[in-house]
């Protein structure tokens, strides 16, 4: 029965004309939906890991901001692009790692003319695929040109450009330009900007008002224009309003600093201002309470207080009040040159030494710099 049915309907496949015309849709509506072929099934995974040489757990992490795809065409289009030109397969890695959407982007319309314009103004391959992977849209040309010639180099801007993407964007005659003269006027250079946190490059391209604003509150602060402070001073306070700058001074008052020594902190160390207040609060009054610091003293070392204090100065003291306890640490010590020593020397001359005589000592150390005490 199963036989004279298959030949009957390929009898009908190959003269339809003998099946009435009503039954002919829903027919060949059955055998197109049973004749459909489900598209292949693709692991972006493997793709990132074996194709793009990303890392399993690079994949697995930048896998979900290409869940869009219904396909490998564009990626592997993208893939194939980059590699014709030249770009090494660690370089693709590391901006797909960034930013997987390069690998969307179209050939034609994106990929192709980005690479025309940057090879165009000296740029290596590898340095395209790093810009591309923060902006591909839009001119690029003008803006990495300033930027280079401001900055001296590619390798300079790299950085900055990636915590920033608004450097390859924003309008250089209207907002870059006008904010890098007022900063000149400071006597603050773009390098100073830039060798500072990636934070402060926002300085370059906030708005004209927003940057005279911040100026004029590290002023207020007593930090002069001119002065070697003020670029640091301008770099970690910018960004604040003047009421929460207001209650961190106030908080320091509250902490026992008098007004000449709130000026020597702002001035030495402006930088203590863009700190939590919980973190002033807590960090001074361990400097008071357990190692017995006075105001004076702290305010003219104020970096005392941007050091960590679980991980630093808490683990040192700890350790140098044992030694003291058992009578190997008589002699008394300037508090700062032990704070500010790199943690290879202070292990040298504080931890070594006696770690034959005291078991243990050099691990509840390790433990209390890691948090684990």
Known sequence: MIRHLRSRVLSLLRFPSRLPAAHLAPLHSLLSTTASVPPKSFSVKDFLVTDCGLTREQAIKTSKRLSYLTSLS???AALAFLSARGVPRSAIAAAVAADPR???????RVLAPRFTELTEIGLSPSQIVDILSIRRTGSLRGNLLFWIQTLGTYDK????????CDLLRTSLEKVIKPNLNTL????????DIAGGSMYSSRLFTVKHQ?????IARVEELGVERGSGMFPRALAALSFLSKDILDGKV????????????????????????????KKIQRAVEFLMRDVSLQAPYIARRPALIMYSLEKRLMPRHSLLEVL??????GVERDYYTI???????????????????FPGLADDYASACLGKA
């Open 184 to 191: 000149r006027e400071c006597g603050v250079s773009a390098s």
């Open 102 to 108: 390069i690998l969307s982007a179209s050939v034609g």
């Open 250 to 277: 106030q908080l320091l008052r509250k902490l026992g600093f008098s007004q000449d020594e709130l000026v020597m902190i702002l001035k030495k160390a402006p930088q203590v201002l863009a700190l939590s207040e």
């Open 324 to 329: 003291r306890h058992k009578g190997l640490f």
């Open 157 to 164: 801007l790299l950085p900055l450009a990636k915590s920033n």
């Open 210 to 214: 927003v940057l005279m604003g911040a």
């Open 339 to 357: 704070a500010v020593m790199t943690e290879k020397k202070f292990v040298h001359k504080f931890v070594d030494p006696y770690k034959s005589s």
């Open 74 to 76: 564009r990626p592997a």
